[in-house]
């Protein structure tokens, strides 16, 4: 069993800068990769960034490529989501998940653990 707390979400202006922090409890197998999901009203889950728990091989949306920035602390447990050059479009609920099984890392159903997910404005 693993739990997910994120954290680090809130208001900024276009052009600006969040950290997300995902705190991840118990065991994360080296097997394991960690997602970054989010969601705004009216629409459906969408893929983010992830990253492989061993060897940290990431994966973008088109969408975030170069803006947002996905990396990992092994002995923390902790999973990182720096977003720079914000966008309004970005606004939506941010969750971190565990995938604990092979299939398509842009798939949220391919994800076991998830997080409460946290809240990003950004204010045009």
């Known amino acids: 069993q693993v739990q997910l707390v994120e954290s680090g979400g809130g208001l900024v202006q276009a052009g600006g800068s969040l950290r997300l922090s995902c705190a991840a409890s118990g065991r994360i197998l080296s097997t394991y990769s960690m997602g970054w999901f989010r969601q705004a009203p009216g629409k459906e889950r969408e893929f983010v960034a992830a990253i492989l728990w061993s060897g940290g091989n990431t994966y973008y949306a088109d969408s975030v490529k170069g803006r947002l920035t996905v990396s990992k602390d092994n002995a923390k447990n902790t999973v990182y989501l720096q977003m720079n050059s914000l966008k309004p479009e970005d606004t939506a609920v941010y969750y971190c998940?565990?995938?604990?099984?092979?299939?398509?890392?842009?798939?949220?159903?391919?994800?076991?653990?998830w997080g409460q997910g946290t809240q990003v404005t950004v204010s045009s």
């Open positions: 998940a565990v995938r604990a099984r092979w299939g398509n890392i842009r798939i949220a159903t391919n994800y076991d653990y």
